[in-house]
């Protein structure tokens, strides 16, 4: 069983920068993250193939997210810049058993514990 663990969520004021890293307790095929806001459905963030393949964002992160990895230590990263009150969410990490699965949450088989992001305007 693949074991997740996200870090680095923060309370950041408008047009701010957080980091967000997921360690995995393996790193096979595809890696992701999703995001839930209060009283909305689980959305797709962004999310990549393990060999740095299938990058893929959602409109609302192109262009202000990144996604990226370190192979060597099993972590992936979502950089996230000018950061909006829409942006508050939870934030989790994800994986899937078959390469460029991860952006969808119904092909995702294990998910991180969630960490939040609050923006503040």
């Known amino acids: 069983q693949m074991k997740l663990a996200e870090s680095g969520g923060d309370s950041v004021q408008a047009g701010g920068s957080l980091r967000l890293s997921c360690t995995a307790s393996?790193?096979?095929?595809?890696m992701g993250w999703f995001r839930q806001a209060p009283g909305k459905e689980r959305e797709g963030v962004a999310s990549?193939?393990?060999?740095?393949?299938?990058?893929k964002y959602a409109d609302f992160a192109e262009g202000r997210f990144t996604i990226s990895h370190d192979a060597s230590k099993r972590i992936h990263y979502l950089q996230m810049n000018s950061l909006l009150p829409e942006d508050t969410a939870t934030y989790y990490c994800?994986?899937?058993?078959?390469?460029?699965?991860?952006?969808?949450?119904?092909?995702?088989?294990?998910w991180g514990q969630g960490i939040q992001v609050t923006v503040s305007s």
């Open positions: 990549m193939d393990i060999n740095g393949g299938n990058m």
């Open positions: 994800a994986a899937a058993r078959t390469y460029g699965a991860c952006a969808s949450s119904d092909n995702v088989r294990f």
């Open positions: 393996e790193y096979r095929y595809c």
